[in-house]
């Protein structure tokens, strides 16, 4: 697959997640920002987002997505084992790179694989969020909801990435030659 199309899918796919977060986050009342400014690591990259007001425990929530290939090679020996583990990996990954961030957040790395599994602190802030949503809509289905927007954003760039490796025609007929 090409690189470019790759990573653009992987982005597409984690801004898409950010803002399903963000957007959830606003509904349960607890304002949040991506990308926030004033928190760079020492290399320059900020995490995906971060609320306002605390989170829990009189601190605000940080949290950076990503989402990673499932069929990598470099994931493929643990994944064909374990359900989850390069999501897991993954997240233990960004843990490692916040762990300088000041404590006075939580910080909570949100990893999710192409084939759909989630590393466990992603089912965690999600049944946390899926709580807040609930009890704040009084829909005992917006947990579910939620669940399936982050499920089909990881489809979606999962299908942006199938699309990048067709051939641009230049019409119908050679979409048919094509199959």
């Known amino acids: 697959m090409n690189t470019v199309l790759s990573i653009l899918r992987i982005q597409s796919c984690i801004f898409t997640i950010n803002d399903i977060i963000r957007r959830s986050l606003a509904t349960a009342h607890v304002p949040a920002v991506l990308e926030p400014i004033g928190l760079a690591r020492s290399d320059g990259k900020r995490p995906d987002g971060m609320t306002l007001i605390p989170w829990r425990l009189g601190r605000s929530l940080l949290w950076d997505a990503t989402c990673v290939d499932t069929l990598a090679a470099s994931h493929i020996q643990a994944t064909s084992s374990m359900v989850g583990a390069a999501a897991s990996s993954a997240e233990q990954a960004k843990r490692r790179k916040y762990e300088n961030l000041d404590s006075s957040f939580i910080f909570v790395p949100f990893g999710v694989e192409t084939l759909g599994p989630w590393g466990p602190e992603a089912r ?23 669940g399936q927007r982050i499920s089909l954003a990881i489809q979606r760039g999962n299908a942006a990435s199938i699309l990048g490796t067709v051939p641009r025609c230049g019409g119908f007929e050679d979409v048919l030659d094509f199959i």
Do not use: H, M, N, Q
């Open 124 to 146: 965690a802030l999600f049944k946390e969020l899926s709580k807040r949503v609930i009890e704040s809509t009084g829909d005992p289905r917006a947990g579910s909801y939620l």
